[in-house]
């Protein structure tokens, strides 16, 4: 209660013991993967050298500080800007036509009336989701690759083939076509989850009163969705300038790096593959900065529309 006085943190910790170990585990994993890795970003800093000294923390000792000098070569390295452009894109683009759609596949799948069909459709697209990015990759060569299945029976029919995996100026939309095939079912859930808590007494109410099917969704079911989408919008431009990395060094080779070329497989080549381990941090402390930033602004502008976000005021 609002009034009452708060339990001592004695008489809590011995109420809630059996919550807080098991939270034990979870937070272990979380701060020896997730936190601990923070402390090396400090290498941004330094011409690190893994080579100086017998394990990680003497070459951290042993290798010379040179302040912002990783930062000074990233930001003039062509391919640094150009492997950021490609992530833009790339994000901006699937922005547009893939977060909608789990969104719209949602709605449909709770406006079916039969459960058991509703279950078999939730089956079949959840299940991709679990499959590795060797086997979606591998799906998409043997349906449209040269000798896929589409080019296959193009040939058949006396026509061209289609040149779609290993065409740069469409690669965007390869990528985008692998993803949402992959990922589509998955992302029903949270909304799935979050249309099953509108009050059904809402839409009895609006037919009765004669609002139509597209009223209602307009006028219901999209309010009602509205703090969600707000919500996963803002972490995804979080993580705007992660598109994946298996997936594109996966058709690389193919498309080339011009089309290809992401963040992520930039760090690999320029700075894992060539030991430049520094530079890498640079690249990676630079695109968590402009994440940080992108969450903070659009939480922002979330506030200003009268929704929670991911914080409050």
């Not at 910790?13 to 979870?26: A, E, F, I, K, Y």
């Not at 894109?89 to 596949?105: E, G, H, K, R, S």
């Not at 079949?124 to 690759?145: A, I």
């Not at 589509?184 to 059904?200: K, N």
Request: net charge neutral; glycine share 8%.
């Amino acid at each position: 209660m609002s009034g009452s006085r708060r339990q001592p943190l004695r008489v809590r910790l011995r109420r809630d013991w059996q919550l807080l170990v098991m939270l034990v585990p979870g937070f272990l994993i979380l701060l020896v993967f997730s936190y601990v890795p923070i402390l090396g970003n400090v290498i941004a800093f330094q011409d690190y050298n893994p080579y100086v000294g017998s394990n990680p923390l003497e070459a951290f000792l042993h290798s010379n500080w040179i302040g912002f000098g990783q930062f000074q070569l990233l930001f003039e390295d062509p391919a640094f800007w150009h492997a950021f452009r490609n992530t833009l894109t790339i994000t901006a683009f699937q922005i547009v036509f893939f977060f909608p759609l789990p969104i719209a596949l949602a709605i449909m799948l709770h406006n079916l009336l039969s459960s058991r069909l509703r279950g078999f459709i939730q089956t079949v697209v959840y299940l991709p989701h679990f499959f590795s990015w060797v086997l979606v990759v591998t799906f998409f060569v043997q349906m449209l690759g040269g000798a896929g299945l589409l080019a296959q029976t193009m040939r058949d029919a006396g026509l061209e083939p289609w040149n779609v995996m290993t065409n740069p100026d469409t690669f965007i939309l390869l990528v985008t076509a692998e993803a949402l095939w992959k990922d589509i079912g998955w992302g029903t859930i949270v909304f799935l989850a979050a249309l099953s808590t509108i009050d059904q007494n809402l839409y009895e109410a609006a037919a009765a009163d004669g609002a139509g099917r597209w009223r209602r969704l307009w006028h219901i079911t999209l309010p009602g969705l509205r703090p969600v989408i707000v919500l996963l919008l803002i972490l995804r431009l979080g993580d705007a300038l992660s598109v994946g990395f298996e997936q594109f060094i996966l058709q690389r080779d193919a498309v080339g790096r011009e089309a290809s070329e992401v963040l992520d497989t930039f760090v690999y080549y320029f700075s894992i593959a060539t030991g430049n381990y520094g530079y890498g941090a640079a690249a990676g402390l630079f695109k968590a900065a402009i994440g940080l930033c992108l969450i903070l602004a659009a939480n922002k502008v979330a506030h200003k529309l009268g929704e929670q976000g991911i914080y409050s005021k």
